[in-house]
């Protein structure tokens, strides 16, 4: 099992204007045990997910159905539909695995198309283009109408057709709703193989659904055991008071730094190269569920931690100057590795050099868990609180088991803070205003709203 460490985010390591006192457990435990009753009464879809049996079988049988003819698997999605997948990959399959050959790899190699840049586009699809009769692509969206994917699913069927003809369909598959919207139609109308987005879980929580799980199936990853994983957490969960809870005293933390101790940020700093990509999924996870200007009862609140990623040892050289002696204004939580995915020892080529021969025969893996330590010790030193998630191991298991923890977490902290955690109005007024500068009918008075602000003035330009 993953485990949370605590204690250095109390008040006898970080003092008591930076730590949790005694005294903050029992005030703020009534509300921790609300918006746990409150979490397991609603029952958010995501918490289905990992007993779902039907989406899992559909997406283990198209995979076997794809896997033994695919060289390529391009998936097109932006958001929850883009970081949930390549957070999988990151962790779960090698860094170098597109570079790896067909006979090393557990499947295809994988492009992620997550933004409408030209060039990531276009050289993405030169690449792909001398190998299209081997390429599927999984094209994400709910709606069908995200504007960054509508265009990428455009350009990339229009591709298709050019180079396949008739056969182009057999290349494509969607992952969309079940049974409306756009892409649907398109689905059925020229005879798309489909997965359904379940109805009731939302973008950013849809990694454990076809969502992520097709890519990850694809490519050789265990989704039995991310599910199993994720379903281990969920009981854990459920059946533990809320001391020994640890989605709740993970909330808990979390809430009183931000609540009650100024901690407004909130950083995810893994000390490994594959958990990496977790702390992009975590960013969307945590800013767009818990960033809410009013609360549920119609208030102005403005609320919302601010979620930043780091890479130990990688940004020891780059922002801990800042966390240690900057504004006291974040709370770190540092992801360990108790046993990497394999190790290197370091030879023993320079033992008369002092500066040097205290590295030689040690392990990688040695030195980066003692990186890590001196990170949260000169934390503590500077009064800076942190905590830290120990993964045993980095298997699909663990990796089920965190992401269930963090979104179970996410739902405890909307209720804590009073919010809803699973819309995000803010993002859709940036999607009408793109409908409205592309020219999509309906948008016009929009576009009239935005004259001034798009009309350029020269006193600005230097």
Known sequence: MIQVYWKNAIARIVGPDDGIT???LQDVEPRIRSAFSAVIEDAPGYTRLPAEKTCRDEVSRLAAKYRPATTDLLVLGIGGSALGNMALHGALNPATYNMMSTAARKG???????NVDPTLVGDTLKLLTRRLKTTLVNVISKSGETAETAAQFMIVRDLLRKKLGDDYAAHIVATTDSSKGTLHEIARAEGLQTLAIPDDVGGRFSVLSPVGLFSAAMCGIDIEELLAGAAAMKKRIEVTDWLDNPACVLAAVKYLMFAAKGKSIH???PYSNRL????DWYRQLWAESLGKAVNRNGDQVSVGPTPVKALGATDQHSQIQLYREGPNDKLVVFLEVAKHPRDIRVPD????RPGLSYLGKTKLSKLLKAEKQATEYALTVSRRPSVTIVLPKITPFSIG???YLYEFVTSLMGELLGIDAYNQPAVELGKKATFALMGRKGHDEMKQQMRSHLRADRRFLV
Do not use: H
């Open 22 to 24: 005694p005294q903050d």
């Open 276 to 279: 990496y990509l977790l702390a």
């Open 267 to 269: 950083v995810i700093m």
């Open 108 to 114: 295809p190699r994988l492009y992620v198309l997550d």
């Open 349 to 352: 080529t320079f033992p008369d």
């Open 401 to 403: 088991e965190f992401i």
